[in-house]
């Protein structure tokens, strides 16, 4: 277990369960614990939130760090409104350069940020579906491959399991 003296957990690289956050704050003396959203092409983390034992659970993955901007993209390539599932994309200084000796890769995931004024900026493609909350904050909603038709309606499963981890009487929703 933890030592009484730590006080500040960070946690990242899958999507955060409620259980997990309820047991740390039930079964230890933390107070605060911070969740960490991003990949490696954007140098690791990308966004935070974090959570203490008043509050609790936090159902999104934050905002951004500094210098880092966040896009909700359409498949045009445009953002989406407030509350509208979209693919986030990653800009700022953090991001990677490309992959070694992959170029096609390179070109399908690191392009061009059209939204910054900066020059040779560019932004990372990173394959997660996202949403803006009203707040600010970010609500991760799964992967882009997660989608399904039925009658011709794209449903985002991450979306629904999001949904269902919000609620208090669900531990966990995969």
């Known amino acids: 277990g933890l030592g009484q ?18 047991s740390l704050f039930e079964q ?21 939130v974090a959570m203490d034992r008043e509050n609790g659970f936090a159902a999104h993955i934050g905002k951004p760090v500094a210098n880092t901007q966040f896009y909700l993209l359409d498949d045009q390539g445009q953002p989406v409104p407030l509350g509208v599932p979209g693919e986030i994309y990653i800009g700022g200084a953090g991001v ?7 170029d096609d890769l390179t070109a399908e995931r690191f392009l061009n940020d059209p939204f910054s004024t900066a020059a040779n900026a560019r932004m990372y493609r990173t394959g997660d579906l996202g ?20 009658r011709g309606f794209r449903i985002e499963l991450g979306e629904i399991e999001a949904k269902l ?5 669900v531990q966990e929703a995969v």
């Open 96 to 102: 990677a350069r490309g992959y070694l000796n992959r």
């Open 28 to 48: 230890t003396q933390v107070q605060r614990l911070c969740n960490l959203y991003g990949p490696s092409e954007t140098t690791t983390y990308s966004s935070w």
């Open 131 to 150: 949403r803006w909350l009203a707040d600010g904050n970010i609500e991760y909603l799964g992967r882009n491959d997660d989608q399904v038709k039925i």
């Open 165 to 169: 981890a919000q609620h208090t009487a």
């Open 5 to 22: 003296g730590v006080h500040t957990v960070n946690v990242a690289g899958e999507a955060l369960k409620r259980s997990l956050v309820e």
